[in-house]
């Protein structure tokens, strides 16, 4: 158990649709990451959080939207579905920002696994 | 840009035979290396990570990966696979993005491991 938590494992919706995924980062960590796995594009990272700000951004979608709350936790807004989006969301998070430092590494959650139909 | 290289795709050993997971990398600066390991409908679980210093990492469950800067590799190694290894494993490098930083992944490399 990596100490991120993650809901709803599962979420099955209609294309055109929104969902909301939320991630709780482990105790004390400041940046939360989100990641997408889908069979064609792999692992890809969408974005990074820390204390609250942006601070990193991948090939996120327009329909796609995060935020980082004062308590830390973070939520993935995914809009106007397509069938296309059905992949397994992981949010991760670290300490630190970036660097070699031991708090910098990136812990994973169990992800949640979007179906849009 | 900073990217990893998985030779193989699925790798396939018998108990107790050494496991040998490729991974190259591409980067103009130092990289930071991962690798993760992947078991079915669980998330990412960090096996062990290479920064700076000794070249040899030893990481959880009996893994180890050696970074050579000569020839561009981290390739991961179990001396005695076990059938509990089977698994996907990925290899990925830390890329700085102007105030943050990303995991670039590899492929994945999915073992099997065979009686």
């Known amino acids: 158990d990596s100490g991120v938590t993650q809901t709803p494992k599962h979420l099955i919706t209609a294309t055109g649709q929104r969902v909301t995924l939320r991630c709780s980062p482990r105790s004390g960590d400041l940046s939360v990451y989100w990641y997408q796995q889908s069979l064609d594009q792999g692992l890809q990272f969408l974005i990074q959080y820390y204390n609250g700000e942006e601070r990193a951004k991948g090939n996120i979608l327009e329909r796609f939207s995060a935020q980082q709350f004062p308590d830390l936790h973070s939520e993935l807004n995914l809009s106007s579905l397509e069938l296309g989006d059905s992949a397994l969301y992981f949010c991760?998070?670290?300490?630190?920002?970036?660097?070699?430092?031991?708090?910098?590494?990136?812990?994973f959650g169990p992800g949640t696994r979007l179906t849009v139909l | 840009a900073q990217s990893v290289t998985q030779l193989g795709s699925h790798v396939s050993v018998s108990e107790g035979a050494l496991v040998l997971l490729r991974c190259n990398y591409s980067?103009?600066?130092?990289?930071?290396l991962f690798w993760y390991v992947q078991y079915p409908n669980q998330g990412l679980q960090l096996l062990l990570k290479y920064t700076t210093g000794a070249t040899l990492v030893k990481g959880i469950n009996g893994f180890e990966a050696e970074f050579k800067k000569s020839e561009t590799s981290f390739h991961l190694t179990k001396p005695s696979a076990h059938m509990s290894d089977a698994a996907e494993y990925f290899c990925?490098?830390?890329?700085?993005?102007?105030?943050?930083?990303?995991?670039?992944f590899g492929t994945g490399t999915q073992l099997k491991v065979e009686l």
């Open positions: 980067s103009s600066v130092p990289p930071y």
């Open positions: 991760a998070s670290s300490y630190g920002l970036a660097g070699p430092s031991s708090t910098d590494t990136q812990y």
């Open positions: 990925a490098v830390s890329q700085l993005m102007g105030g943050g930083n990303k995991l670039t």
